[in-house]
């Protein structure tokens, strides 16, 4: 019988068969198996590949026998039972010789029959290439009782040798080629270590039980990366998952290729893993197709641009499992190699390199057969593939966008081409000294309709000029406005002409748009950065389309109306990012915002003027934008007056705001002083984006809701002041309430009672939660004409909301004293009604000392929702032992009336 497969196929302990394959009938001749074929660990049934496991397991990947492991567990405790009994050796041979440290003598190995009379290293065991000699001291072959054996001038070839006992067995040199048939690392119970000191290793047969492989040749003084350092011959990895052998070194940038071939079953594990102190380790894989276990990538470095703990690189298949933990990359060998990996499962904070050969077109392909998995962002970093990895980025030689393919997933597992964030090496991106190169990379996925199989492309953009703005930080802003546009000015820019095609500009102090009104502008270059300085939008209803406009500074509309950027997409990038609107005019931002800055909305005023106010149209579906916003009025004055410099963001959908944060930002959405975010149409403002709004100044800030329309505000909302809900539109709370204290963020109430205000001068608060203002204080102004009101959605299920209504029972002042509370519920479907016969729903929960404190019986006015039918309709109070009260709207049908007239 013979055994094919794809994936490794084996039989199960109970007889069954596991994994995908065909069994096919064979005409070979059936060779009987005797004992000692069993033992050795030879084919049956003229099949090369199968032999019994240890484990009681046949497998496709070649195994000892169960009784040869039975056998290896007697011989060693009869081994290190007399081990204990041995004497220290006291040799050492000096010189030009294999070196034998004054400590221990070692016996422990793998004690298998075949193997029984290897020779035995001992302990710390060096290799010298001073001159052609190579002297060594072991124990005797076949003599692991104790008995030295002769001194030789080489190592036997053809022969098996082992380090354990936590040994260490160094070579030094280039190009040394081990003369032994095997060596083995480790045993079942002790580490051995491998220590290299060499460009170039060939061992035959590298067998790696336990313990591990250091390299330890130090770079030279002129090298920021260590040459590759080679392995050769055959490497079998025995340890196990749980204890996996480590592959590491000694210094830092010290680069590996294992260029021989790796083998290891589904049950062994290999980590790569340098000292904590180390950056740069990479080993790189190339001929690991019989390689089933797993390959565990981890450091406890933290990736910063191009530097990395520990890293691997692969060239064809492995079909086992490779981990990249954080502080890890994983890149292909080369720009003309393919990395065909079983699964692959990537931590947070790890990193993906994009090796391309610019010169010949050519880029690395990561391709994952079974099952990947990806943090929320990927870190990339862009190679040029040249010798060492060099640091410059791919450019396109062509002119012409270049798309090559740079992950390739498993069938029907979609790969989100946003999570993939270039990260260029600090030498091209904007510096003090304005040496600013654009990124030249972007990523997009197309999915295989025949495969299922999604494929990253790693977009390379055609690279371009970069012009740089003059240094005019002598002029004055006034002066500086007075020269005219520097989009219309060429002596604004350092390779004197106006913008123009096929150029990145860098802004770097003060410079203008054109003053025309009603402008159609579009802006001839490939990108606009503001890295300095400000950029002032001038002429009213002008609009300005920037295919690439990079924003590390400030953004101004001034002295004229409103001002929209458009047409292209808006970086926001640096760490003090602002846009600024003034004398009551707009700034609109249609362009779809990315990255990762906050971005800071202010004014322009002085003091309590009304050159100060100011609005923001933020109109893009920002969900790839990750940065907060703060809304900072300039007023300074201690005068209470909002018909002075406040600002305006203006919200259209719940997206403007920003996209998905992995962990909560509760001041996600800063409303300063006086600052108002303003619906202008239905919008949800979803809870599991985990942004918050957080009201940041204790004069207090404003929402409103335009007539007609809904806020569904299920971001949580943190109260450092009074919130004033305004305009006659409906604001629906969804979010839970807490608390600043001036250190932090908490449930508890503030003892000041204007920083737990919730005041409705005009319209209708609804409750989508029922614990949404629990702590605060509901001030309904229904004075003066005034038309306030609370509402509730007629709810069908039960449920808290269903049952308790708006519950605050946290405060002893619910409701502010003598006003009126409207009450009304929306949506009353008399089908229901008539069905259920009675219905009940809560609308207001407080203490019940808090109701009667405020009256609240004759206090409440429940508005009642016509519905079909003849529904008796009342407001029901209900108090509780536990001092809480209830008031529910009770709905009892009692049938249609015919009324004669």
Same mark, same amino acid.
């Given at each position: 019988?013979?055994?094919?497969?794809?994936?490794?196929?084996?039989?199960?302990?109970?007889?069954?068969?596991?994994?995908?394959?065909?069994?096919?009938?064979?005409?070979?001749?059936?060779?009987?198996?005797?004992?000692?074929?069993?033992?050795?660990?030879?084919?049956?049934?003229?099949?090369?590949?199968?032999?019994?496991?240890?484990?009681?397991?046949?497998?496709?990947?070649?195994?000892?026998?169960?009784?040869?492991?039975?056998?290896?567990?007697?011989?060693?405790?009869?081994?290190?039972?007399?081990?204990?009994? /041995?004497?220290?050796?006291?040799?050492?041979?000096?010189?030009?010789?294999?070196?034998?440290?004054?400590?221990?003598?070692?016996?422990?190995?793998?004690?298998?029959?075949?193997?029984?009379?290897?020779?035995?290293?001992?302990?710390?065991?060096?290799?010298?290439?001073?001159?052609?000699?190579?002297?060594?001291?072991?124990?005797?072959?076949?003599?692991?009782?104790?008995?030295?054996?002769?001194?030789?001038?080489?190592?036997?070839?053809?022969?098996?040798?082992? *380090?354990?006992?936590?040994?260490?067995?160094?070579?030094?040199?280039?190009?040394?080629?081990?003369?032994?048939?095997?060596?083995?690392?480790?045993?079942?119970?002790?580490?051995?270590?491998?220590?290299?000191?060499?460009?170039?290793?060939?061992?035959?047969?590298?067998?790696?039980?336990?313990?591990?492989?250091?390299?330890?040749?130090?770079?030279?003084?002129?090298?920021?990366?260590?040459?590759?350092?080679?392995?050769?011959?055959?490497?079998?990895?025995?340890?196990?998952?749980?204890?996996?052998?480590?592959?590491?070194?000694?210094?830092?940038?010290?680069?590996?290729?294992?260029?021989?071939?790796?083998?290891?079953?589904?049950?062994?594990?290999?980590?790569?893993?340098?000292?904590?102190?180390?950056?740069?380790?990479?080993?790189?894989?190339?001929?690991?197709?019989?390689?089933?276990?797993?390959?565990?990538?981890?450091?406890?470095?933290?990736?910063?641009?191009?530097?990395?703990?520990?890293?691997?690189?692969?060239?064809?298949?492995?079909?086992?499992?490779?981990?990249?933990?954080?502080?890890?990359?994983?890149?292909?060998?080369?720009?003309?190699?393919?990395?065909?990996?079983?699964? /692959?499962?990537?931590?947070?904070?790890?990193?993906?390199?994009?090796?391309?050969?610019?010169?010949?077109?050519? =880029?690395?392909?990561?391709?994952?057969?079974?099952?990947?998995?990806?943090?929320?962002?990927?870190?990339?970093?862009?190679?040029?593939?040249?010798?060492?990895?060099?640091?410059?980025?791919?450019?396109?030689?062509?002119?012409?966008?270049? +798309?090559?393919?740079?992950?390739?997933?498993?069938?029907?597992?979609?790969?989100?081409?946003?999570?993939?964030?270039?990260?260029?090496?600090?030498?091209?991106?904007?510096?003090?000294?304005?040496?600013? +190169?654009?990124?030249?990379?972007?990523?997009?996925?197309?999915?295989?309709?025949?495969?299922?199989?999604?494929?990253?492309?790693?977009?390379?953009?055609?690279?371009?000029?970069? *012009?740089?703005?003059?240094?005019?930080?002598?002029?004055?802003?006034?002066?500086?406005?007075?020269?005219?546009?520097?989009?219309?000015?060429?002596?604004?820019?350092?390779?004197?002409?106006?913008?123009?095609?096929?150029?990145?500009?860098?802004?770097?102090?003060?410079?203008?748009?054109? *003053?025309?009104?009603?402008?159609?502008?579009?802006?001839? =270059?490939?990108?606009?950065?503001?890295?300095?300085?400000?950029?002032?939008?001038?002429?009213?209803?002008?609009?300005?389309?920037?295919?690439?406009?990079?924003?590390?500074?400030?953004?101004?509309?001034?002295?004229?109306?409103?001002?929209?950027?458009?047409?292209?997409?808006?970086?926001?990038?640096?760490?003090?990012? =602002?846009?600024?609107?003034?004398?009551?005019?707009?700034?609109?931002?249609?362009?779809?915002?990315?990255?990762?800055?906050?971005?800071?909305?202010?004014?322009?005023?002085?003091?309590?003027?009304?050159?100060?106010?100011?609005?923001?149209?933020?109109?893009?579906?920002?969900?790839?934008?990750?940065?907060?916003?703060?809304?900072?009025?300039?007023?300074?004055?201690?005068?209470?007056?909002?018909?002075?410099?406040?600002?305006?963001?203006?919200?259209?959908? =719940?997206?403007?705001?920003?996209?998905?944060?992995?962990?909560?930002?509760?001041?996600? /959405?800063?409303?300063?002083?006086?600052?108002?975010?303003?619906?202008?149409?239905?919008?949800?403002?979803?809870?599991?984006?985990?942004?918050?709004?957080?009201?940041?100044?204790? +004069?207090?800030?404003?929402?409103?809701?335009?007539?007609?329309?809904?806020?569904?505000?299920?971001?949580?909302?943190?109260?450092?002041?009074?919130?004033?809900?305004?305009?006659?539109?409906?604001?629906?709370?969804?979010?839970?309430?807490?608390?600043?204290?001036?250190?932090? *963020?908490?449930?508890?109430?503030?003892?000041?009672?204007?920083?737990?205000?919730?005041?409705?001068?005009?319209?209708?608060?609804?409750?989508?939660?029922?614990?949404?203002?629990?702590?605060?204080?509901?001030?309904?102004?229904?004075?003066?004409?005034?038309?306030?009101?609370?509402?509730?959605?007629?709810?069908?299920?039960?449920?808290?909301?269903?049952?308790?209504?708006?519950?605050?029972?946290?405060?002893?002042?619910?409701?502010?004293?003598?006003?009126?509370?409207?009450?009304?519920?929306?949506?009353?479907?008399?089908?229901?009604?008539?069905?259920?016969?009675?219905?009940?729903?809560?609308?207001?929960?407080?203490?019940?000392?808090?109701?009667?404190?405020?009256?609240?019986?004759?206090?409440?006015?429940?508005?009642?929702?016509?519905?079909?039918?003849?529904?008796?309709?009342?407001?029901?109070?209900?108090?509780?032992?536990?001092?809480?009260?209830?008031?529910?709207?009770?709905?009892?049908?009692?049938?249609?009336?015919?009324?004669?007239?």
């Amino acid at each position: 019988m013979r055994l094919q497969s794809a994936a490794q196929a084996k039989f199960g302990r109970a007889g069954g068969m596991k994994g995908k394959g065909h069994i096919i009938k064979s005409e070979e001749r059936t060779k009987a198996m005797t004992e000692r074929e069993v033992i050795n660990g030879k084919p049956y049934a003229g099949n090369s590949h199968v032999r019994f496991d240890e484990g009681e397991v046949a497998s496709a990947t070649p195994r000892r026998g169960s009784i040869l492991y039975k056998n290896r567990q007697t011989f060693h405790r009869i081994a290190f039972a007399i081990m204990g009994a /041995l004497s220290t050796a006291q040799t050492l041979l000096g010189g030009n010789e294999w070196h034998v440290n004054n400590t221990a003598l070692v016996a422990a190995q793998d004690a298998e029959p075949d193997t029984s009379t290897g020779w035995h290293l001992i302990n710390s065991c060096k290799i010298t290439f001073y001159d052609a000699k190579l002297n060594m001291m072991y124990w005797a072959k076949g003599s692991p009782s104790g008995e030295k054996g002769p001194q030789t001038v080489t190592l036997n070839a053809g022969e098996d040798y082992f *380090v354990s006992g936590d040994r260490r067995f160094t070579t030094n040199g280039a190009g040394y080629i081990f003369p032994g048939s095997s060596l083995t690392i480790g045993d079942e119970f002790t580490s051995g270590i491998l220590y290299i000191r060499g460009r170039e290793q060939t061992y035959t047969n590298l067998v790696m039980r336990k313990g591990s492989l250091t390299h330890a040749m130090s770079r030279s003084s002129t090298d920021s990366v260590a040459l590759y350092y080679n392995l050769y011959g055959s490497a079998t990895v025995k340890s196990p998952k749980s204890d996996p052998f480590s592959v590491d070194s000694s210094d830092k940038n010290l680069w590996m290729t294992w260029s021989g071939k790796l083998i290891g079953d589904e049950e062994v594990g290999l980590s790569i893993c340098p000292y904590s102190w180390n950056s740069g380790v990479l080993v790189s894989i190339v001929n690991a197709a019989e390689y089933y276990g797993d390959i565990v990538v981890t450091s406890g470095f933290v990736n910063v641009g191009r530097t990395f703990g520990a890293g691997l690189g692969v060239e064809g298949p492995i079909p086992g499992t490779v981990r990249i933990k954080g502080g890890s990359i994983i890149k292909p060998y080369s720009p003309t190699s393919v990395a065909d990996l079983g699964e /692959l499962h990537m931590d947070a904070g790890t990193e993906m390199r994009f090796v391309y050969d610019s010169a010949a077109m050519t =880029g690395g392909l990561i391709r994952v057969s079974n099952a990947l998995t990806l943090p929320e962002k990927v870190i990339v970093h862009a190679l040029s593939g040249v010798k060492n990895d060099g640091w410059n980025p791919p450019i396109s030689k062509t002119g012409e966008e270049v +798309r090559s393919p740079f992950l390739v997933g498993p069938p029907n597992v979609r790969i989100d081409p946003k999570i993939f964030e270039l990260v260029p090496d600090p030498t091209y991106e904007p510096r003090n000294s304005n040496d600013y +190169r654009p990124q030249r990379v972007h990523f997009e996925t197309e999915t295989d309709p025949d495969t299922g199989r999604d494929t990253v492309y790693a977009v390379i953009e055609p690279i371009v000029t970069t *012009v740089k703005g003059q240094d005019v930080s002598a002029y004055s802003e006034t002066k500086a406005i007075a020269e005219g546009s520097a989009l219309t000015n060429a002596m604004f820019w350092s390779d004197g002409r106006v913008p123009h095609s096929n150029a990145h500009y860098v802004i770097n102090h003060v410079i203008l748009t054109p *003053v025309i009104n009603n402008l159609e502008y579009e802006f001839p =270059g490939k990108s606009l950065l503001v890295y300095a300085g400000r950029l002032y939008v001038y002429g009213s209803g002008a609009r300005y389309s920037i295919p690439d406009f990079r924003l590390s500074q400030q953004l101004c509309q001034w002295r004229s109306g409103g001002v929209t950027i458009c047409g292209g997409k808006m970086h926001v990038c640096g760490t003090e990012t =602002g846009m600024c609107a003034t004398g009551n005019r707009t700034l609109t931002v249609e362009s779809e915002i990315l990255g990762v800055g906050d971005l800071t909305l202010a004014g322009l005023g002085n003091g309590n003027t009304s050159d100060g106010r100011g609005y923001f149209n933020l109109k893009g579906f920002n969900t790839n934008w990750y940065g907060g916003i703060s809304v900072v009025a300039p007023n300074n004055s201690d005068v209470d007056d909002w018909s002075k410099d406040y600002l305006t963001i203006n919200l259209y959908d =719940g997206r403007n705001l920003g996209g998905a944060l992995r962990e909560f930002d509760y001041d996600a /959405l800063t409303l300063g002083r006086y600052c108002m975010l303003q619906a202008r149409t239905n919008a949800t403002l979803d809870a599991s984006v985990n942004r918050g709004i957080f009201l940041g100044h204790e +004069r207090g800030a404003r929402i409103a809701v335009d007539e007609g329309y809904t806020l569904d505000c299920n971001w949580p909302i943190t109260f450092n002041g009074p919130l004033y809900k305004v305009s006659a539109g409906t604001l629906a709370l969804g979010g839970g309430v807490k608390f600043y204290d001036g250190t932090a *963020v908490s449930d508890t109430l503030p003892e000041d009672p204007s920083k737990r205000l919730l005041v409705v001068t005009n319209g209708t608060l609804k409750a989508l939660a029922h614990d949404c203002v629990n702590g605060l204080t509901v001030a309904l102004a229904n004075d003066e004409g005034a038309n306030t009101s609370l509402a509730l959605d007629f709810a069908e299920e039960d449920g808290d909301l269903k049952r308790y209504g708006f519950y605050n029972v946290k405060t002893d002042t619910p409701f502010e004293a003598e006003k009126p509370i409207n009450i009304q519920l929306n949506g009353v479907d008399g089908d229901k009604l008539r069905e259920w016969k009675e219905f009940k729903q809560g609308l207001v929960t407080v203490k019940t000392s808090a109701a009667d404190t405020l009256k609240m019986d004759d206090l409440i006015s429940f508005k009642k929702s016509s519905a079909s039918g003849n529904p008796v309709m009342r407001l029901v109070r209900e108090d509780n032992p536990e001092g809480v009260t209830t008031y529910s709207a009770y709905y009892k049908f009692v049938g249609t009336q015919i009324i004669l007239r």
